[in-house]
């Protein structure tokens, strides 16, 4: 079974800084996604970034990159020049390509923005 | 249109109710989910439907019962429900294929209480 595994329970950076989160999984499938999503307080789950495995290259949506490393099953979120809005609960997330649409999640980061 | 819409907002009910959590998307998605998510804790996979049919269901209580009756709508029928069944009720969609865009949306969740 797949599974998605985030160490870091909690983490703070300093506005305008830079911070990762870490995520790995496992899984003997070759095809699959992978995603982080945010949730705010306000609940909702919002798309940070989409990594498709076949591709080598990191994904990257503005101050948001990925370093995504297939071998090592690894799947990692840097945030650039944090701002205050960008605190929240983050979660990793995989998704097996073809016809069972399962997507899981990892146990989630709770991300801090310091003044 | 990338919203997905769930209503109510809140829902607080007894354990002898019934009570349905709706869901609509216009996005032409084919697949649905339901997951529970607790306070802290990642989203829990409940249910998926894929072209309006049942493909997943996460060894779900009877007293959930899901119901796809069209391609943009998704419930959630409950009933005899437990305290313990108090939790955030996320829907999201998705295209069920592969390929580009295999992201789910998320709408903003339920928050159901059970007294």
């Known amino acids: 079974a797949q599974t998605v595994t985030q160490s870091q329970p909690e983490m703070s950076v300093q506005e305008a800084e830079t911070v990762t989160l870490s995520c790995t999984y496992d899984?003997?499938?070759?095809?699959?996604?992978l995603f982080w999503y945010k949730q705010p307080p306000s609940r909702q789950m919002i798309l940070v970034i989409r990594?498709?495995?076949?591709?080598?290259q990191n994904a990257t949506e503005n101050r948001f990159s990925v370093n995504f490393q297939k071998a090592a099953k690894s799947f990692s979120l840097k945030i650039s020049d944090s701002q205050l809005g960008d605190a929240a609960m983050y979660f990793c997330a995989y998704r097996v390509s073809g016809a069972t649409n399962k997507l899981i999640f990892g146990t989630g980061t709770l991300l801090a923005v310091q003044p | 249109d990338t919203e997905v819409t769930q209503t109510p907002k809140h829902l607080v009910m007894g354990m002898t109710n019934k009570k349905s959590l709706k869901c609509e998307q216009h996005m032409g998605h084919r697949a649905m989910y339901w997951y529970k998510q607790k306070a802290k804790k990642p989203p829990e996979l409940m249910f998926v439907?894929?072209?309006?049919?049942?493909?997943i269901n996460e060894s779900v209580p009877s007293r959930f019962s899901p119901e796809c009756p069209n391609s943009s709508l998704l419930n959630l029928h409950l009933h005899a429900l437990q305290p313990e069944d108090s939790a955030l009720y996320l829907c999201a969609s998705s295209r069920p294929r592969t390929g580009a865009n295999t992201e789910a949306f998320f709408g903003q969740g339920t928050r159901l209480t059970v007294v």
């Open positions: 899984t003997s499938e070759s095809d699959y996604y």
């Open positions: 439907y894929s072209y309006e049919k049942l493909s």
């Open positions: 990594q498709e495995a076949y591709k080598q």
